[in-house]
């Protein structure tokens, strides 16, 4: 089945660096496009990052770009933010997904905090 496994959050202060790592099992990882969404309290989840399959054309929410850079390694299956200048309101829970036969998969998330 598909598995999607997020790790690399946690507290940072702002300005400061934070890289995740999303590692996918299950299906043709070099196939399909991933993202990054992230939800903050209150909020709905909102897409930060897209990768194509070969890893050309990213994408970026507005208030990411500059900042914010996703990769990805098809020989390890994984996915990569690489997250740079962080703010304030940056906080959120961020997921790893993949999409695939009309399907939207998620993994369960890992969280962000960034406060002084």
């Known amino acids: 089945q598909v598995q999607l496994v997020e790790s690399g959050g946690g507290l940072v202060q702002p300005g400061g660096s934070l890289s995740l790592s999303c590692a996918a099992s299950g299906f043709a990882f070099r196939l399909y496009a991933m993202a990054w969404y992230r939800q903050a309290p209150g909020k709905e989840r909102e897409l930060v990052a897209r990768i194509p399959s070969a890893g050309l054309n990213t994408n970026y929410a507005d208030s990411v770009k500059g900042r914010f850079t996703i990769s990805r390694d098809n020989a390890k299956n994984t996915v990569y933010l690489q997250m740079n200048s962080l703010k304030p309101e940056d906080t959120a829970v961020y997921y790893c997904?993949?999409?695939?036969?009309?399907?939207?998969?998620w993994g369960k998330g890992t969280p962000v905090t960034v406060s002084s």
């Open positions: 997904s993949a999409r695939m036969g009309g399907m939207d998969y």
